[in-house]
């Protein structure tokens, strides 16, 4: 038992030192495919992708890929100073990145360490028995701590997916979510020839334990997002996801359409082009951009603004930029920019509500008022003095009438 519980101890400080690395590289990784040894035997090792997520690195037989995911909890920090208990797969937010091929068999083999049942959904994915989509009750038994559970398909769709706890908000707002890719066996014209491609999962968290109140995009806020980092004359091809569990997202591009070439792993005809993506909780869009604007750095962002901002009203959350590689980085600029010079104005807002500005009429106003001012009593007066000559007009003939009788 004394054995048991150091190998148990051993593996915890291990997977923790594993969680505190991938952290730290979430905000750092470079677009070289860096592979980690997994914490246990149980996990996928993981390389790093441009996006800021890590790829699961699967076992390959054939056409069948095996990945190994494990719920466990850890520290996830979103951004210097704001760390969560988060329940992941793989120590990692977003879970580790599932890319396959259409055709390609793919299972995952599931175990649950955390201290509460839960199951996976395959979000999107379909041409599965029922038995695999993962809703307790309905189609499988809850996965027990320390259980494990087997899920298989085959990816005849390509697009983009994701997996995710089927358990309640609490839980996925907690971190329990991936993407899974499926790379098209023909690819359309429009998807051939990129220079990119980037998964950006939009997620939430209620770290105050009420509604959502912090936002990330691939497990991190502003301004430790990750830049897409293009060329002029480069197309890249984002991949939105939205899995927070209240709130909508639309995703704003300064400078640069987004071509929509996929809502929810369906193709979208040419034509749809815009430049503010609405994303509904649970909803994919795959979009090409060109890099075709003056060279330089181009926000991308949230237009609900309450997402890209924290309690102080300072930017954070869902913020993220095209970089023209070449020209200054100046991306966590606005952050530094912004607490100096915001809480001067932030101040109305901190007032509450805006008011009515008090009457201050100018002088020509003004005069105009006095000669209407004055032009009313003249009037008046004259109203009063008629009256009063008519009133004794009428007094005198009541007196001749009274002297006349005989
Ligand atoms: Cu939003």
């Known amino acids: 038992m004394r054995i048991a519980l150091a190998v148990h101890k051993r593996a915890a400080i291990r997977a923790a030192i594993f969680s505190l690395v991938v ?27 441009a996006d ?23 520290q996830w920090t979103l951004r210097s100073g704001v760390t969560a208990a988060a329940r992941t797969y793989n120590g990692v937010v977003p879970g580790p990145t599932l890319v396959v091929n259409q055709g390609d068999r793919v299972v995952i083999d ?29 189609s499988q038994p809850l996965v027990a701590p320390h259980g494990t559970f087997r899920y298989e398909f085959t990816a005849n769709e390509d697009g983009t997916f994701l997996y995710h706890s089927h358990s309640n908000e609490a839980v996925l707002d907690s971190g329990l979510y991936g993407g899974i ?53 480069d197309r890249v091809r984002i991949r939105w996801i939205n899995i927070s569990s209240e709130n909508e997202h639309t995703m704003h591009s300064h400078g640069h359409d987004q071509r929509v070439i996929a809502r929810d792993a369906r193709p979208v005809p040419d034509g749809d082009v815009e430049d503010t993506v609405m994303i509904g ?45 070449g020209t200054p980085n100046v991306f966590a600029a606005m952050d530094e920019s912004m607490r ?15 008011q009515a500005a008090p009457f201050r ?20 007066v004259l109203a009063v003095r008629r009256l009063r000559a008519s009133r004794r007009r009428i007094l005198a003939a009541e007196r001749g009438r009274r002297l006349r009788r005989p």
């Open 361 to 380: 009429p100018s002088r020509r106003v003004l005069l105009a008022l006095i000669v209407a001012l004055a032009a009313a009593i003249c009037v008046g």
């Open 23 to 49: 952290s730290a590289l979430g905000a750092t990784a470079s677009n070289a495919a860096m592979q980690m040894t997994p914490a246990n035997a149980n996990e996928s090792a993981l390389a790093a992708r």
């Open 181 to 233: 890719i499926v790379e098209p066996a023909h690819p359309r014209a429009v998807e051939r020839g990129l220079s990119g491609d980037y998964l950006e999962i939009l997620s939430a968290w209620q770290l105050g334990g009420g509604p959502e109140d912090h936002f990330t995009i691939n497990g991190k806020e502003y301004p430790e997002t990750r830049q897409i980092e293009v060329r002029r004359g």
């Open 281 to 325: 909780p649970g909803q994919r869009v795959d979009v090409v951009v060109t890099a075709d604007a003056i060279p330089g750095t181009w926000i991308v962002h949230c237009h609900f603004l309450d997402h890209t901002q924290d309690q102080q009203g300072m930017p954070s959350g869902l913020i993220t930029a095209l970089h023209y590689r």
């Open 52 to 74: 800021g997520t890590f790829a699961a690195v699967p076992e390959v037989h054939g056409r069948t890929k095996t990945f190994r995911l494990v719920a466990r909890e850890a």
């Open 110 to 138: 599931f175990t649950n360490e955390l201290d509460v049942p839960d199951t996976i959904h395959l979000h999107g994915i379909h041409g599965a028995p029922p038995e695999m989509d993962g809703v307790a009750g309905i």
């Open 340 to 354: 100096i010079d915001m809480p001067a104005m932030m101040q109305p807002s901190m007032h509450g509500a805006p």
